[in-house]
């Protein structure tokens, strides 16, 4: 019965974990960025761990464009992995009702897939404007529509089976065997919990880099269009059999 009533609440549990994911987050953001913590100088420890949480990111955002690339896909990036992380770590809480990864479940997974591919046909349209976009959709043949839902099941797909079964057999193993054993499993339970965000992360770059790469070729196009036009105002104009500079 009491396993039943469990079952009975699990979504409200998953949606209740999910928001708890979201004000750590939050206040964690806050505090490592709070007024007066970040400084010129001499950084502290907490000043280190947020410039290599940002550096990290922003690296791999530079890797794709120009920064404006960089200010846009950045905290895009970031914002997928800490909450990817955070969720998949709570399941090693020895916290009933709370030891539940929203990341175990397949509905979760789902809005984060579908998140990540409609971020990044958001920013499709940000960059290369909105026919750009729908062009993303249909090139280079027809049937790259098709390819953005295989996209999805695959994000999807791939985070709730690697969670959701070491989640499982993790409680399986805890009702059958008190210590010992659930405790190897936990520290074990680190590495998928952060190698399936990373995965998760750097899956989604390169589909952003897929669209900023023709953002790239558009820019290049147009500067060396701006080029071309000063150079043939600026050209010697002949007058007369003199030459004289525009």
């Given at each position: 019965?009491e396993?039943t009533?469990?079952?009975?609440?699990?979504?409200?549990?998953?949606?209740?974990?999910?928001?708890i994911?979201?004000?750590?987050?939050?206040?964690?953001g806050?505090?490592?960025?709070?007024?007066?913590?970040?400084?010129?100088g001499?950084p502290?420890?907490?000043?280190n761990?947020a410039?290599?949480?940002v550096?990290?990111?922003?690296s791999?955002?530079?890797?794709?464009?120009?920064?404006?690339?960089?200010?846009k896909?950045a905290?895009f990036?970031?914002?997928?992995f800490l909450?990817?992380?955070?969720?998949?770590?709570?399941?090693?809480?020895?916290?009933p009702?709370?030891?539940n990864?929203?990341t175990a479940y397949f509905?979760?997974?789902l809005?984060?897939?579908?998140?990540?591919?409609?971020?990044?046909?958001?920013?499709?349209?940000?960059?290369?404007?909105?026919?750009?976009?729908?062009k993303?959709?249909f090139?280079p043949?027809?049937?790259?529509?098709?390819?953005?839902f295989?996209?999805?099941?695959?994000?999807?797909?791939?985070l709730?089976?690697?969670i959701?079964?070491e989640h499982m057999?993790?409680?399986?193993?805890?009702?059958s065997?008190?210590?010992?054993?659930?405790?190897?499993l936990?520290v074990?339970?680190?590495i998928p919990?952060f190698?399936?965000a990373?995965?998760?992360?750097?899956?989604t770059?390169?589909f952003i880099a897929?669209?900023?790469h023709?953002?790239?070729?558009?820019?290049?196009?147009?500067q060396?269009?701006?080029?071309?036009?000063?150079?043939?105002?600026?050209?010697?104009?002949?007058?007369?059999?003199?030459v004289t500079t525009?």
């Amino acid at each position: 019965m009491e396993e039943t009533a469990l079952e009975q609440f699990m979504p409200y549990i998953v949606i209740l974990n999910a928001a708890i994911v979201s004000v750590v987050l939050f206040v964690g953001g806050r505090a490592l960025v709070r007024k007066h913590a970040l400084t010129a100088g001499a950084p502290d420890r907490r000043q280190n761990v947020a410039e290599f949480i940002v550096n990290f990111f922003v690296s791999k955002a530079r890797s794709m464009g120009d920064r404006d690339v960089v200010l846009k896909v950045a905290p895009f990036l970031a914002t997928c992995f800490l909450f990817i992380l955070v969720s998949n770590l709570m399941g090693m809480l020895p916290i009933p009702i709370v030891n539940n990864p929203p990341t175990a479940y397949f509905s979760v997974t789902l809005a984060l897939a579908i998140c990540a591919v409609g971020g990044t046909l958001v920013l499709s349209g940000v960059f290369n404007g909105f026919l750009g976009a729908i062009k993303h959709l249909f090139w280079p043949n027809p049937l790259q529509l098709i390819s953005e839902f295989t996209d999805v099941l695959s994000l999807s797909l791939r985070l709730f089976g690697n969670i959701g079964g070491e989640h499982m057999t993790l409680v399986l193993v805890t009702s059958s065997v008190a210590v010992g054993i659930p405790l190897v499993l936990h520290v074990l339970g680190l590495i998928p919990a952060f190698v399936q965000a990373l995965v998760f992360t750097l899956l989604t770059a390169s589909f952003i880099a897929g669209v900023t790469h023709r953002h790239e070729e558009h820019e290049a196009a147009r500067q060396e269009a701006a080029v071309k036009a000063a150079d043939d105002e600026t050209a010697p104009i002949a007058v007369e059999g003199d030459v004289t500079t525009a």
